[in-house]
């Protein structure tokens, strides 16, 4: 079983900055990955960024990256020079074993001109 | 290539009627995940395919609800006596091969409004 808790419901940065999000999780399984996606007001959901728990290495894809902390369970987002089109609402989701994701609440991400 | 493809985008219905919601996955995509999203809310997990097999329904929230799937091709989520609580948006998701380290997938998904 797994649990996700994204603790900021709304985020707001400027143009060309920085933001990061934040996720935690907890999870019984031993080999599991964790995902990103991003869902835009056109509901479809978007995956972002995958880190697979057992490399230490933080996944890098662009401008999005993680900060990967698998004893602290957590798992946070950084988008670097925020664009208009980055704006959304974005999952954190731990996946182990066969069943779907597990998804938080969410953080909606409001990109200012 | 094609997306997944979920109809109707939108069905408004009354309580009590029963509905039914398609997905068409990815081609070859052996795996299919049904969520439900709650208004401000999350991805609720309700049940996955393996071909058209589904080991475990327990993620679905009532008797009410069913699914099934033709071979590795399209699902179908029915609801049967519609309640306001249903209301939701119903996303529909596959992926290549079962498994925690495979992408999923998403289609743009079903709204539901019960009256």
């Known amino acids: 079983a797994q649990t996700v808790t994204q603790s900021q419901p709304e985020m707001s940065v400027q143009e060309a900055e920085t933001v990061t999000l934040s996720c935690t999780y907890d999870t019984s399984e031993s080999d599991y990955y964790l995902f990103w996606y991003k869902q835009p007001p056109s509901r479809q959901m978007i995956l972002v960024i995958r880190?697979?728990?057992?490399?230490?290495q933080n996944a890098t894809e662009n401008r999005f990256s993680v900060n990967f902390q698998k004893a602290a369970k957590s798992f946070s987002l950084k988008i670097s020079d925020s664009q208009l089109g980055d704006a959304a609402m974005y999952f954190c989701a731990p996946g182990g074993g066969a069943d779907g994701l597990t998804f938080g609440k969410g953080t909606h991400l409001i990109i200012q001109p | 290539g094609a997306g997944v493809s979920q109809s109707p985008s939108n069905k408004v219905t009354e309580k009590g009627k029963d509905v039914e919601l398609r997905c068409d996955p990815i081609?070859?995509?052996?795996?299919l995940y049904w969520y439900r999203q709650r208004l401000g809310q999350g991805l609720e997990f309700l049940i996955y395919?393996?071909?058209?097999?589904?080991?475990?329904k327990s993620g679905l929230p009532s008797d009410r609800f069913s699914a099934e799937r033709t071979g590795e091709s399209v699902s179908t989520l029915t609801i049967q006596r519609t309640q306001q609580e249903d209301s939701a948006v119903y996303l529909c998701?596959?992926?290549?091969?079962?498994?925690?380290?495979?992408?999923?997938?998403f289609g743009p998904g079903t709204r539901l409004t019960v009256l």
């Open positions: 998701a596959s992926s290549p091969h079962r498994g925690p380290y495979n992408e999923q997938f």
């Open positions: 081609s070859g995509h052996t795996a």
């Open positions: 880190q697979e728990a057992y490399k230490q």
């Open positions: 395919f393996q071909g058209n097999s589904a080991p475990d």
